[in-house]
């Protein structure tokens, strides 16, 4: 693992060419009646521990606000790496005049996803048991929680493929590594960084913790930003506009960034 200062170095070739990651504030500040809800919808139901409950209902919470922000009735919204539903059950009981597709390749939470829609009675809402680069229909919208390593870059290709919207939490950014796809992902990055240099940032975003303010935890952070910016800046070189975001609250989880993207002519209000 490299050390800090041979971090720093690298990080310092971006920033003096201007490439630092900057973060927006959207302003979160939705907040969902959970126990009101049809049985199923809830995260509750895919079997989660109490002490990550509340995290992931907060996560929940700012990816609909996001989501609603971009809402225009009648698209499809396909969650990449869904597992059993904890985002899109919750945003199809939302959003009825959307149609949503859980792409999950795990067989057991695609089981278990199915029985909450079963049990939510919702209409507009599929799974499909399906690597990401399997999935080839048109979409208007793709989301990701959590989705690990080259998953979520799997995901923001295809969105990018599709013209199709992005709202991403990204996860073990280290995995990286053991990844097939071109790194760094955008050019502003890959004229500055090379393939090596680029891992030990990915590593080193692997580094944040539950102690938001310690060395480790803002350390962590930082590599956690410049991955985020380089993912946004691949969109914006393709005609997106984009926006970096921390959850709120940064407790909800340590891997807090949201990288948040739609095409330029389109327009939003956060």
């Known amino acids: 693992m ?39 919808v809830d995260p ?12 992931k209902r907060w996560q929940v919470e700012n990816c609909i606000q996001l989501v609603e922000s971009l809402l225009k009735g009648g698209q499809v919204i ?10 899109s059950i919750p945003m199809a009981y939302r959003f009825s005049d959307c149609h949503f597709v859980l792409v999950e390749r795990n067989p ?5 996803g199915n029985k909450r ?6 209409t507009n809402i599929e799974f499909c048991n399906s690597y990401i680069q399997d999935f080839q ?26 013209d199709a919207a992005y709202i991403m939490c990204p996860c073990d950014i280290g995995f990286l590594q053991n990844s097939k796809l071109d790194y760094p992902r955008s050019s502003a990055f890959s004229q500055i960084l090379t393939r090596e240099e680029y891992m030990k940032i990915a590593s080193a975003a692997d580094w944040t913790c539950w102690d938001f303010d310690s060395d480790q935890g803002k350390r962590g952070k930082l590599c956690m930003g410049y991955i985020s910016l380089d993912r946004n800046l691949a969109a914006e070189e393709t005609g ?9 609250p940064r407790e909800a989880t340590p891997k807090n960034d949201i990288i948040f993207g739609y095409k330029t002519e389109l327009s939003i209000t956060l």
């Open 137 to 162: 229909r048109d979409f208007d919208m793709g989301v990701a929680l959590h989705a690990c390593g080259e998953a979520t870059d799997l995901a923001h290709i295809k969105c990018l493929e599709k």
């Open 117 to 122: 829609v079963k049990d939510s009675r919702l």
């Open 78 to 87: 396909v969650d990449f790496c869904s597992g059993s539903g904890h985002l």
């Open 240 to 248: 997106y506009k984009t926006h970096l975001f921390t959850t709120h």
């Open 44 to 55: 509750s139901s895919g079997f989660l521990k109490e002490k990550r409950l509340q995290g």
């Open 2 to 40: 490299a050390s800090w200062k041979t971090i720093q170095k690298i990080l310092e070739k971006l920033s003096e060419e201007g490439l630092t990651p900057e973060y927006s504030d959207p302003n979160f500040h939705l907040k969902l009646d959970w126990e009101q809800m049809p049985e199923g």
């Open 108 to 112: 057991v939470p695609v089981e278990i």
